[in-house]
């Protein structure tokens, strides 16, 4: 009870004390002043208990006022905004690599410009090239020019990186490395342990379901595509993808029940206490993870003492322990839903649980009314739990409201616990033996598809989610309310039985006969994805850039382009292919262009392929193709007009542009190769981005260009689009690969109505449509889209 009045002070003096205004000192002696006029009223406990709070309160202004007090002279925040500068240091944290970028995290040593150099410290963000070999400890140098962070309407990038502290960004930096291994030991060997973990989920799953066993497992979500992560937000089940409290009992339990015993409880207890401090900086040692893994370790400790441990009490020392740390985590908005969760969680959980079973009692037996109030405590009472305390929160912050996320809960956390543990044995075999992890692989896929689509399916029903304009004032009140509820709770403290998680023993024949349906599922999606004789061809929804996807009769998989969006791109295919097919029978790049090839080295790391296919273009804009055809050891076939693929299943691939290989300096647009897919009587004509001057050259070569579907080149511009091309091609389908809201206005309203004048054709679009799938088998046609 006291350790809580006392941290709430500490934090109201963080919160409510305006940072870099007030004198760290003055603090420091109004807490000194506190503490003696404590001891003097030390016989009456509520003078005592108060002048203590009120020093606490000073003791937390002191360490916001310390936190936020001017940078010293050589500190690299003070470079911000000089210009051009070269800065060397070494990179501190694992690499976030994202779709477009690179984020390095550098602690600088020395800055130059202008041929002077200045010792220097502080941390800066950098963001280096997408393809680049980065690791923890790397000495670099960081050239380009270094920024203040920037600052939005809605939102402060540079208060969001200064709680980090970082007060310097440099944007499109040259990266050139010094040494390698700088950093600390085993740092490095932690780091590259979860980068050989990371490649093998990568290697074990196709996308999506990869990236979503990384969030969970590892921490690491920057693979996760934006739609994708989108339908979490709006199903209210974005925690999932988040390291929390879950993950951290689920080390405690494995690891004492590996080591109980063979070693005894309480040896078996220190040595869990180490593994979670090792695997909280493994998965990032993010604020919400680092206090869940101190509340995880307080619980041991108490066992070991033979104590019960008490959750406010913990709570209040993990946040009064980090924000002793670092005052700025108070800020962090995950921090905040972490916390508020984890007291929901402790305030109200046995309540509603008791509540639940009371309910089931007046229609079910008592001994079955428990068993079910049992079944659904994780995914119901403990939701309704933490959405108690977190939903004012999610409201200031996001303006949005999910009124299905307690469905989706209710579907969805059950299966969670089986994905981690399940997961993480499928990634520590598969890091030792690939057949085995690939096994059990395709056991983990089962429920995180099932996460993923149940997710999906939630998050498209119009009503799922809506826009609140929601008061910080109404949220203040809110909190006002739980609070006092909460002291009338602890005023008399009872011991509280620990919650069971919804992972217990059950029986044998359970566990078979989840494992045999686990297995006929598998059974029955594999001959469900075998190839069924007619030709697929998608249209995959990768953004402003070109990428289709041919799926042969016979089951040959080609893909032409790929888009510029990694991310996006590994998911399109991962949808589209079946989740243990990761082979690519052809790849073909139609221009060296980033909308057309910029995420095709992300998609070489997950997938085997086995040819690659260009119309002999120079790699000089694009050198990252020319790193990965080195780095995966693939032979580039070059072809110009006239090239002929054929599948042997009665698929044809024809090159119709260029008519030569381009010159080293050609624009791409004028080189781009133009393919035409026909099967049967169905014909595909995919064009990629082109200048008037190569549509013409293709309309006037004389090749065959009449196709059933036509692909508008340059994604429908109209320069492009001409009457004379729209008339030789004639199709009876249009298509056009755009991005929403793309600052160019494509496709051109001028192009969809001569579309539709010169040919009456339908025209699908993926800012609209989503992914396009069009299946033929040489006679008709049927098509089918996303959205």
């Not at 002070?9 to 109004?30: D, K």
């Not at 969006?565 to 989740?579: H, I, K, Q, W």
Request: charged content about 15%; hydrophobic content about 45%; some cysteine.
């Amino acid at each position: 009870m006291t350790l809580l009045y006392l941290v709430a002070a500490w934090a109201a003096g963080i919160f409510l004390v305006p940072p870099g205004q007030t004198s760290f000192s003055l603090w420091i002696g109004a807490a000194a002043s506190s503490f003696a006029l404590a001891y003097l009223a030390r016989r009456r406990r509520m003078w005592r208990l108060s002048l203590v709070c009120a020093a606490c309160f000073a003791l937390g202004a002191g360490r916001q006022a310390w936190a936020t007090r001017p940078l010293p002279s050589d500190h690299i925040g003070h470079f911000a905004d000089v210009g051009y500068v070269s800065l060397t240091g070494i990179i501190s944290r694992d690499p976030d690599v994202r779709d477009a970028y690179t984020n390095l995290y550098l602690d600088t040593e020395k800055l130059a410009q202008n041929n002077a150099e200045h010792p220097i410290y502080g941390r800066v963000l950098i963001q280096a090239p997408r393809y680049g070999d980065y690791a923890y400890g790397d000495q670099i140098t960081a050239r380009g020019t270094l920024l203040t962070p920037p600052e939005f309407d809605d939102f402060s990038y540079r208060d969001y990186l200064a709680r980090s502290g970082i007060y310097a960004l440099m944007p499109n930096a040259e990266i050139t490395l010094v040494a390698h291994d700088q950093g600390k030991p085993w740092y490095v060997a932690l780091y590259r342990l979860k980068d050989h973990a990371q490649q093998t989920i990568n290697r074990l799953l196709p996308s999506p379901q990869a990236p979503l066993l990384s969030g969970i497992l590892l921490g690491v979500d920057s693979s996760i595509s934006p739609d994708t992560r989108e339908a979490f937000n709006r199903t209210g089940m974005a925690h999932i993808i988040a390291i929390s409290g879950a993950n951290i009992v689920v080390v405690i339990r494995v690891l004492m029940g590996m080591l109980t015993p063979s070693l005894g409880k309480r040896r078996a207890g220190w040595i869990t206490m180490g593994g979670i401090a090792v695997y909280a900086v493994f998965v990032g040692a993010e604020p919400t993870v680092i206090r869940a893994a101190i509340m995880g370790g307080l619980a041991l400790l108490a066992v070991q003492s033979g104590r019960k441990a008490h959750g406010l009490t913990s709570l209040a020392f993990s946040i009064w322990l980090m924000t002793l740390w670092n005052p700025m985590t108070l800020w962090d908005v995950s921090f905040q839903l972490s916390a508020a969760a984890t007291a929901g969680l402790i305030l109200f959980s046995d309540d509603l649980t008791r509540w639940l079973e009371n309910t089931l009692q007046r229609g079910l037996k008592r001994e079955h009314a428990r068993q079910v109030a049992g079944w659904l405590t994780e995914p119901l009472v403990i939701s309704v739990a933490a959405q108690i305390t977190t939903t004012p929160l999610i409201l200031v912050y996001f303006g949005r409201l999910s009124v299905i996320s307690l469905l989706a809960n209710i579907l969805i956390v059950p299966v969670q616990a089986y994905i981690m543990t399940l997961g993480w044995l499928a990634v520590l075999v598969g890091m030792i033996w690939t057949v085995p992890g690939e096994l059990l692989a395709w056991i983990v896929w089962l429920p995180l598809t099932y996460t993923l689509e149940i997710t999906r399916s939630l998050s498209r029903i119009e009503w799922a989610s809506f826009d609140v304009n929601f008061s910080p004032s109404y949220a203040w009140a809110v909190y006002g309310i739980l609070l006092g509820v909460a002291l009338v709770r602890i005023q008399h403290p009872e011991d509280r039985a620990t919650w069971k998680h919804w992972l217990g023993k059950r029986i044998t024949a359970y566990s078979l006969m989840a494992g045999g349906t686990a297995a006929g599922l598998l059974v029955w999606i594999m001959a469900f994805s075998q190839p069924d004789g007619s030709l697929h061809v998608y249209f995959l929804d990768v953004g402003q850039g070109n990428a289709v996807l041919i799926q042969t009769p016979n089951g040959a998989q080609i893909l032409v382009d790929g888009g510029p969006n990694p991310t996006r791109l590994r998911e399109s295919v991962g949808d589209a292919l079946p989740y243990w097919d990761r082979t690519l029978d052809m790849v073909i790049v139609t221009q060296p262009k980033d909308s057309a090839s910029k995420a095709i080295p992300a998609l070489l790391d997950r997938y085997t392929v086995k040819q690659v296919v260009t119309s002999g273009f120079s790699t000089e804009n694009t050198p990252y193709l020319e790193q990965a055809w080195k780095k995966h050891h693939l032979q580039v076939l070059n072809v110009t007009a006239g090239y002929r693929i054929e599948t042997g299943d009665g698929v044809i691939l024809e090159v119709l542009h260029p008519q030569a290989i381009p010159d080293t300096d050609a624009e791409p647009n004028h080189a781009g190769m133009v393919l035409r897919l026909s099967y049967g009587n169905t014909s595909f004509l995919i064009a990629p981005e082109l200048d008037t001057e190569a549509v013409e050259s293709l309309v006037e070569a004389g090749w065959f260009v009449g196709s059933t579907v036509l692909v508008l080149p340059t994604h429908g511009s109209e320069k492009t689009n001409s009457i004379e091309f729209l008339t030789a091609v004639d199709p009876q389908i249009g298509v056009v690969m755009v991005e929403a809201g793309n600052r160019a206005g494509l496709p051109d309203t001028d192009t969809i109505e001569r579309l539709r004048t010169v040919t009456n054709a339908p025209l699908y679009r993926t800012d609209h449509d989503g992914t396009i799938e069009m299946i033929t088998d040489g006679k008709t046609l049927s098509i089918s889209t996303e959205r």
